[in-house]
């Protein structure tokens, strides 16, 4: 992983919409699936 100087900020409402969509596809946490979303761009 890519060490990131920015911060992601989400409302509590994103975030949690972000939550169901990384368990939804396995994975541990929110991290996982924004890293993987950033590394297809």
Known sequence: ?????MP???TAEQY???E?????KGM????QLIEETLNEL
């Open 8 to 10: 992601v900020c989400f």
């Open 20 to 24: 169901q969509i990384a368990k939804q």
């Open 16 to 18: 949690g919409k972000i």
């Open 28 to 31: 541990l946490g929110v991290d």
């Open 1 to 5: 992983m890519k060490d990131r100087s």
